[in-house]
Structures are given as C-alpha cells and as structure tokens.
C-alpha cells in the first residue's frame, strides 16, 4: 500500500502530543494513586487459673495460627494467580484488538471496492466491535506503566481522529478527488492503529515478564511460609501435649490409683503435688478431703462397732456380777433366822423375790428387755433392801402406762437403784427414800433413779456427765457403764447426772426406740 510522505510524520506529532497530555494530567494529580494508612489493634488478654480458659486460649492459638498459615498461603497465591490472569487477559484484549482492527480494515477495502451489496452492513459490524474493544482497552490506562500508557493514549487518541476521518469518507462522492486522497489518509490510520496495537502487546509482555519475574519470588515464599508454618503449629502442639500431660493426665492417673487404694482400704498413698488454683486441683483437694472424711468414718465406726460388740459381751456380765455376794450371803442369812422366828408368809415372799432376782440375773442374754421386766426386779431388790433396813429404805415407783412395754437396756435401773441404796442411804442413820419413775416426752422415753443419799463430789459428777469417769470401784463404774451402753445403743442418748453432797443423787435417762410386745 502506498502511503504519502507527509502521514509517518503527520501521526509521530499526533501520538507525542497525547502522550504529552497524558502526562500533564497524570502529573495535574488526575489519575493519582490511593493510598490508605494502616492502624494498629492491641488485644489484651486476662490471664485466668480457669483450666477451661486454658485450653480455650490454647485451641485458638493453634486455630488462629492455622488461619494465619493459610491466610498466607493464599494470599501469595492468589496474588501470583491474580497476576497472571491480569496478564493473560491484557494480552488477549490486546490480541482482540489487532485482529479486529485488521477485519475492519478488510471491510473497509471491501465496501470501497463495492463488489457486495452488504459490505457496508458487514463494515458497520466490524467498525461496532473494534469501538467496543478499544473502550475495554483504554478504560484502565491510567493505572498503566509508562510505556504501556503511552501505547494506550496513543491507540485512544489516534482512534478517535480515525473515526473522524472514516466517517466523513464513507459519506463522500466516489466520484470526486477528495474522495480518493481520504481513502489513502484512511489506510495509512489504519495501518498506524495496527502498528499500535502491536506496540502495546509488546509493552504488556515486557510488563508481563517483569510481573512473571516478581511472582516467581513470591513463589519461593511459598516453601517458607510453609515450613514456618509447620515449625509453629509443632511447637505448639508440644506446648498444648506438655501442658496436657502435667496439668491433666498426670494428676487424673495418680487420681485414678488413688483411689484404687482407697477401695482397698489402703490411706496410706499420697496425692501428687499440684500448685494450680483451676478446677483440677479443686478436684484434687475435694479427694483428699474425701479420703480424710472417710478413713475418719472408718475408724469411728470400726471403734464403735468393737466398743459395742464387748460391751454387750462384757458390760453386760459386770452389770450382772454387780449383785453384792455380800449382800446375798446377810440376806440369806436374815431369812434363815425369820424363817424360825417370823411367820412362813413373809419367808416365803422374801425367797420368791430373791428367786425372781436371781433368775433374772443369771439367765437374761438378750443386750434389751421391756420396761415391765425391768420394775420387776427393781421391785423384788427394793422388797428385799427393805425388808433388811426395814423404815430407814422407803421407796416409790411411778411408771406411766404407755411406757411399761418400751424397749430398754438389760439391767438399766437395778444397778442404778443399788448404787442408790449401797452408797445414798444404807450409811446414813436416818435412811433416805428412792424414787424411781418413768415417762414419755413425745417419742423420747425417760427413765430416772432419785434418792436422798450422801450424794457425790462435783469432780465426779462432772467426769461422768463428760464420759471420762474411770474409778474402779463404787457406784461409777457400774454408772460409767450405763453411760456407755446409752450413748452406743441410741443415737439420741442421754444420762444426765445430777448429785450435791448430804442432799441426794438424781440420774435421768433418755432415748428414743419403738414400742414393744413382750
């Protein structure tokens, strides 16, 4: 194709000139870049003993690292991948335009020609597409490089002339010179925009190159980041499995055999030393407190249970050989003597009641009888004492009617009447009198023993109602045994002890049991 000497130069002023414009603006702060300013955020954490938090902290530690690895990973990646597709699309907007560009020429010459009734149409086609490409093209030149800027303004600025010219040419007389010398004009543009368009590829595969190169080192982080990465997450999964076993499964384990040796009835282990205020060493105290709480109960009730078992195989025998032989053997002897100088009627009542007494005595193994049986030998001993110390031993018995068929301990009152008689008023000259009575205070039974003896000293008062007594001989020890025997059977009971020197001794008993049939 010829061209005329005057279009190179012609389109070499053009295309400086818009890049000078271009410039001008660009350096007028028109096509400026943005750039923002970065804040820093300090998150402060409260350090807590809660085991929970713990862990919680620990889990998002090892979350957030993870994201953070990841976050990472993608960026580099999607930022090379970002690259890449902004290259490749560049280049075939750019490709795009070149061919459409060289169409539209051939369409041009075609409707020129005039050898196709719908060249015209065909070249109103091409000439749509080739605008549309070169907007999508430019729309972005401000963001550009230098020299693909100028490619672009160039393309931009010479494509509008051309459109110009083109449109004036197609509405021109074929006939006429003008005609002829903006066709020549026209393709020398063409060919020009060709050449651009070529000029701009080139531009964007150099800046492509450049872009491949910078993402090519991105691309070697990528083995860095990773291998940080794994280094991170595996310091702190050994930090987390450190922290698990002493904090968690060390203290659980020595639990676990801990309490092994508790069931097997062994105390004598240790718990494992733990210096932390979380809940498992919370847990840790709790058990300790248990296993004390527990070998206490143990011995209490293993001392209980060996305390009741020989108290009603031995105190129950003391109780019973707390019959005087001494008084056996005056008694006997009085009946002897009234049997040959009184009449056989009072003989006879005294034998039967020494009989009843013995029997009794001897024969009873059960550790309770009823209330009835009990006022029974009261009765027959309080008979016979009378009998002996004849008005200086005066005596009363008061039992309620609901209470004669309680449950009560074997020999509960005849020890404490003896002891009444023995050491209240058989050594005073004047006598004294007893009173015996039993009553209910609603489902607790009372028992009480009063004389108006010699009475006691207050120290021993006061050892007995403390249950530290421990005189071998007189009315303490069968008392002490009493009080033992109370305390161990019922869990309500009481003896209460109430003396006062040359005034009289009152002993009071309480506990609670069912009614029972003889």
Same mark, same amino acid.
Request: aromatic share 8%; with cysteine; net charge negative.
């Given at each position: 194709?010829?061209?005329?000497?005057?279009? /190179?130069?012609?389109?070499?002023?053009?295309?400086?000139?818009?890049?000078?414009?271009?410039?001008?603006?660009?350096?007028?702060?028109?096509?400026?870049?943005?750039?923002?300013?970065?804040?820093?955020?300090?998150?402060?954490?409260?350090?807590?003993?809660?085991?929970?938090?713990?862990?919680?902290?620990?889990?998002?530690?090892?979350?957030?690292?993870?994201?953070?690895?990841?976050?990472?990973?993608?960026?580099?990646?999607?930022? %090379?991948?970002?690259?890449?597709?902004?290259?490749?699309?560049?280049?075939?907007?750019?490709?795009?335009?070149?061919?459409?560009?060289?169409?539209?020429?051939?369409?041009?010459?075609?409707?020129?020609?005039?050898?196709?009734?719908?060249?015209?149409?065909?070249?109103?086609?091409?000439?749509?597409?080739?605008?549309?490409?070169?907007?999508?093209?430019?729309?972005?030149?401000?963001?550009?490089?230098?020299?693909?800027?100028?490619?672009?303004?160039?393309?931009?600025?010479?494509?509008?002339?051309?459109?110009?010219?083109?449109?004036?040419?197609?509405?021109?007389?074929?006939?006429?010179?003008?005609?002829?010398?903006?066709?020549?004009?026209?393709?020398?543009?063409?060919?020009?925009?060709?050449? #651009?368009?070529?000029?701009?590829?080139?531009?964007?595969?150099?800046?492509?190159?450049?872009?491949?190169?910078?993402?090519?080192?991105?691309?070697?982080?990528?083995?860095?980041?990773?291998?940080?990465?794994?280094?991170?997450?595996?310091?702190?999964?050994? #930090?987390?499995?450190?922290? %698990?076993?002493?904090?968690?499964?060390? /203290?659980?384990?020595?639990?676990? &055999?801990?309490?092994?040796?508790?069931?097997?009835?062994?105390?004598?282990?240790?718990?494992? &030393?733990?210096?932390?205020?979380?809940?498992?060493?919370?847990?840790?105290?709790?058990?300790?407190?248990?296993?004390?709480?527990?070998?206490?109960?143990?011995?209490?009730?293993?001392?209980?249970?060996?305390?009741?078992?020989?108290?009603?195989?031995?105190?129950?025998?003391?109780?019973?050989?707390?019959?005087?032989?001494?008084?056996?053997?005056?008694?006997?002897?009085?009946?002897?003597?009234?049997?040959?100088?009184?009449?056989?009627?009072?003989?006879?009542?005294?034998?039967?009641?020494?009989?009843?007494?013995?029997?009794?005595?001897?024969?009873?193994?059960?550790?309770?009888? /009823?209330?009835?049986?009990?006022?029974?030998?009261?009765?027959?001993?309080? #008979?016979?004492?009378?009998?002996?110390?004849?008005?200086?031993?005066?005596?009363? %018995?008061?039992?309620?009617?609901?209470?004669?068929?309680?449950?009560?301990?074997?020999?509960?009152?005849? /020890?404490?009447?003896?002891?009444?008689?023995?050491?209240?008023?058989?050594?005073?000259?004047?006598?004294?009198?007893?009173?015996?009575?039993?009553?209910?205070?609603?489902?607790?039974?009372?028992?009480?023993?009063?004389?108006?003896?010699?009475?006691?000293?207050?120290?021993?008062?006061?050892?007995?109602?403390?249950?530290?007594?421990?005189?071998?001989?007189?009315?303490?020890?069968?008392?002490?045994?009493?009080?033992?025997?109370?305390?161990?059977?019922?869990?309500?009971?009481?003896?209460?002890?109430?003396?006062?020197?040359?005034? &009289?001794?009152?002993?009071?008993?309480?506990?609670?049991?069912?009614?029972?049939? %003889?």
């Amino acid at each position: 194709m010829n061209r005329s000497a005057e279009s /190179p130069l012609l389109w070499l002023i053009l295309q400086e000139k818009c890049f000078t414009i271009g410039n001008q603006e660009r350096n007028n702060g028109r096509y400026g870049w943005c750039r923002g300013e970065e804040g820093e955020l300090a998150v402060k954490q409260k350090k807590t003993a809660s085991m929970k938090q713990k862990f919680a902290y620990m889990a998002v530690t090892m979350v957030a690292a993870s994201l953070g690895v990841f976050l990472c990973l993608y960026l580099v990646v999607s930022g %090379i991948m970002g690259q890449t597709r902004q290259i490749m699309d560049d280049n075939d907007r750019n490709a795009r335009f070149q061919t459409q560009m060289e169409a539209e020429e051939n369409a041009f010459r075609h409707w020129v020609e005039g050898n196709d009734g719908n060249a015209r149409e065909e070249l109103e086609n091409r000439i749509r597409e080739t605008t549309e490409t070169v907007k999508k093209l430019t729309k972005k030149k401000d963001q550009a490089k230098t020299e693909v800027y100028r490619s672009l303004w160039a393309i931009e600025k010479s494509y509008e002339v051309y459109c110009v010219k083109r449109d004036e040419a197609m509405e021109m007389d074929r006939s006429k010179a003008e005609f002829s010398r903006a066709l020549y004009e026209i393709y020398d543009m063409q060919g020009y925009l060709i050449q #651009y368009g070529g000029n701009l590829t080139q531009a964007v595969m150099k800046e492509g190159n450049r872009a491949y190169l910078q993402g090519e080192n991105r691309f070697k982080l990528i083995p860095l980041v990773v291998v940080f990465a794994a280094v991170m997450i595996t310091g702190i999964a050994v #930090y987390a499995g450190k922290y %698990i076993d002493r904090f968690l499964i060390e /203290p659980i384990v020595a639990l676990s &055999g801990e309490a092994e040796r508790v069931a097997a009835n062994d105390f004598e282990g240790q718990l494992p &030393g733990y210096d932390q205020d979380d809940e498992m060493g919370h847990l840790l105290k709790a058990f300790g407190k248990m296993k004390e709480s527990t070998q206490e109960s143990l011995r209490t009730i293993q001392e209980n249970s060996e305390l009741q078992i020989q108290l009603e195989k031995v105190q129950l025998q003391m109780l019973k050989s707390q019959v005087n032989p001494h008084f056996l053997f005056n008694t006997l002897n009085m009946i002897s003597c009234m049997a040959q100088l009184e009449e056989a009627d009072t003989t006879d009542k005294m034998i039967l009641a020494m009989s009843r007494l013995f029997q009794y005595t001897l024969k009873s193994s059960e550790s309770t009888a /009823p209330l009835s049986n009990e006022i029974a030998v009261v009765k027959d001993y309080l #008979y016979l004492q009378k009998m002996r110390f004849g008005e200086r031993v005066q005596y009363e %018995i008061d039992v309620e009617d609901d209470t004669e068929y309680r449950m009560v301990p074997s020999f509960i009152l005849q /020890p404490l009447v003896e002891n009444a008689v023995i050491h209240g008023i058989s050594g005073q000259a004047s006598g004294g009198f007893i009173r015996v009575r039993s009553w209910t205070e609603g489902k607790k039974l009372w028992l009480s023993v009063e004389d108006t003896g010699a009475g006691m000293e207050p120290e021993q008062v006061e050892q007995l109602n403390s249950g530290k007594w421990k005189g071998k001989s007189g009315h303490g020890v069968g008392l002490g045994n009493i009080i033992k025997r109370v305390r161990i059977m019922y869990q309500d009971g009481q003896v209460i002890v109430r003396s006062e020197k040359k005034k &009289g001794t009152c002993i009071t008993i309480g506990f609670t049991d069912t009614k029972g049939e %003889i």
